[in-house]
């Protein structure tokens, strides 16, 4: 069994950099934070006697021998960047569960016959760069390493620029590593546990995701002597569209989703009708059919939008994954070590995505969930209980230990 | 007659300072710009021989002495700050063709019997800070130098320290000034005169406003796993009550205007739902008891959707002033000066709030109006023709001599 307390004060740790106010934690991708906290990590591998290798989307394998090193890896891992206004838990957990599954195997002198891998990926959470999960992605092939690099923040800097500076340009090409298999332990971000009080989620598929930015453009005028039946109110044309996000992922319960983010208004002054407003579409299924038959409505209600309107609507798609169902060995694995450990349980269906959608294309592929409180993540007050995140750890020691065997 | 040239000479000059790609003008109150802008004008004045004044609120008096200076000067005025994505004329214009009148009685030789003065008065636009019309709202005691002073844009900078920062807190009380009667000359802002193809718009009255902050707040919280049905998402609520906004304004026409110019959302990230939105309401109105429906109308709107939604929601009058009809010999000034230099003319109602308002509280008022291409401004595209700006000035010449006698 892991050391919980020891999993703990580690999580503890690293949520100081870039810690609020209100107890969360802000540390956006390739900020000088997400290197503090980059660093921290990697010198916490070091301790733990691991080799260290980076990759050149930033990417930071930290790798204990096995006995058998023409093996390819067990892998687990995760990410420890951040939302804006996020948790302490969220992708941290994943990188720290797999640093306590090697220095218990230290401490217990345990030997495994194929190496363990614990890697954090690059910009997973997708709100500082687009597309989301960038590290994975580029490790497996789903975008190149030009498109990432290319990629810009709200002020104009670049992923590539932001690497270097950070000093996480790693010299490994992405995918130049083979991995036997990949687990990831994770809050659940969702309430599904808490509302069935289990310990443990075994998750046997995540959502699919489409992403699009959505630009409407009016014409700006004044608010105070512009007849209303004269204007092109960008925003008001808008809201429409908003709704409808809403409307349409309720057509499709109970896995539809439909969420609008982010929101830039032109020129953004009191009394200036809007001339153009910039917003993100987030529509989710676990269903690739609904989510295709999702996508299909939205751009027929745009359509239909722009004819009545007259404005100009334009929609990009910024990001798609399909759903992802994990590979049954991995599951059973899962399933198997929670039985063992004799942790209440469930299968939860993912609704957030995770890098191991992404590692799931190039090797089996599994995940662990744990509860979070009210299910609440993606927000400061984000937290989880120690005990969960401990039995979390143990599920992903003996997941791991069955694939690389002891 | 005044020289038309010369007007549109100093107006493109003018126009330099802060100048936009695409062709309009961003120079905000009390930004370096604004400076630069007021230096340049106080500039012209001593250079036409007059005399400069600047009170406690950065407005600037421009003073050119009358045969009998106990008399209250005769004044004329307005502003030169911007919108974000402003015009040349909007403001400018006004300053400028009271710089104009005065330049035109030097080179005539012409003594009045009352002191001529050129007013511009500070923040007028209120898009950097709250209220609008800042200058001569203190001016004439409609709140107080302690507010104006308070008052932050959105990096958290105030009033009071921006004044003092580009040395326009001059000395001068504000509104321990005599005035006699006031005139502002202003591009209309609307499309009334270019539709009828007048050139001089004589202004009966100003709507009155409301501008309001509303804060929704909800719970931010995952965009992938959390259940449609459990969101408190603070954007889709929002947008019910932007919608409504416009609603009520129609179903008060002609005069009934609203708008939501201003949104934030927060965290702002695409993957998260927005746990709070904050955005400004404008209603307005010629008639104050129709303005005061309007407002009834949606805090009971406000009222329906927090009980609705569950979502706390907030809302907050930040500017308040009811219609303003001008004083009848000031009216019938501009009306008859327009008679004699045989402009075609119609009345027309101001939908866009104006120092003179404020002026009038203290001194008989009145407004020309002039046209603009397709009743356009707060835009960078706001534009008038020379001959029409020329028109609107020689109307202000004559308009100021009925009043200060030669
Ligand atoms: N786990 C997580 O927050 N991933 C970010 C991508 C998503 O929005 O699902
Ligand atoms: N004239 C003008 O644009 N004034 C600003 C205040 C308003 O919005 O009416």
Redesign the pocket.
Known sequence: KINGDRLWASLMELAKIGATEKGGVKRLALTDLDKQGRDLVVGWGKEAGMSITIDQIGNVFMRRDGTNNALPPVMTGSHIDTQPTGGKFDGNYGVLAGLEVVRTLNDLKIKTEAPIEVAFWTNEEGSRFVPVMMGSGVFCGAFSLETAYAAKDVDGKTVGDELERIGYKGPQVPGDHPIGAYFETHIEQGPVLEDADKVIGVVPAVMGLSWYDCVVTGMEA???PTPMGLRKDALQVSTRIMQEVVAIANRYPPYGRGTVGMVQVFPNSR?VIPGEVKFSIDLRNVNDELLNTMHEEMLAFIDKTRSESGLKISIERVSYYPPCPFHPECVDAVRSATAKLGYSTMDVVSGAGHDAIYAARLAPAGMIFVPCKDGISHNEIEDAKAEHLEAGCNVLLHAMLERARV
């Open positions: 004044h608010a105070g009394n």
